[in-house]
């Protein structure tokens, strides 16, 4: 049974930092695209930052470029979004997501479609 579990989320004031982390289990973490996605009440998920299953490239959305940073641990079966510098409106619900390794990913990564597996998410708050 596979499952992503996410933790790290909590409040912070504008400004703040906080890391986010997802582990997984039950597939070959080392063979899975990683991404994370986020959800604000009333609004669509998002896509926020992804990372190649060799950890060699690293794709965010424009927003979190340049405070966002993605990484993995395979060792740990672990991936991390260290958030820096945040804003109001980054509060969301995260997530994590793992998609099998495949030749397009570099097309699809922004995509929800790129993705077979989900975590249930961890909340973020960023207060003025």
């Known amino acids: 049974q596979v499952q992503l579990v996410e933790s790290g989320g909590g409040a912070v004031q504008a400004g703040g930092s906080l890391k986010l982390s997802c582990v997984a289990s039950?597939?070959?973490?080392?063979?899975?695209?990683m991404g994370w996605f986020r959800q604000a009440p009333g609004t669509e998920r998002n896509f926020v930052g992804a990372?190649?299953?060799?950890?060699?490239?690293?794709y965010y959305t424009p927003s979190a470029k340049g405070r966002f940073t993605i990484s993995r641990d395979n060792d740990k079966n672990t991936v991390y979004l260290q958030m820096d510098n945040l804003r109001w409106e980054d509060t969301a619900a995260y997530y994590c997501?793992?998609?099998?390794?495949?030749?397009?990913?570099?097309?699809?990564?922004?995509?929800?479609?790129?993705?077979?597996?989900w975590g249930q998410g961890t909340p973020v708050t960023v207060t003025h």
């Open positions: 997501a793992a998609g099998a390794a495949r030749s397009d990913f570099n097309g699809y990564y922004y995509t929800s479609a790129a993705y077979d597996y």
């Open positions: 039950g597939l070959a973490f080392g063979r899975q695209n």
């Open positions: 990372i190649s299953w060799r950890g060699g490239r690293t």
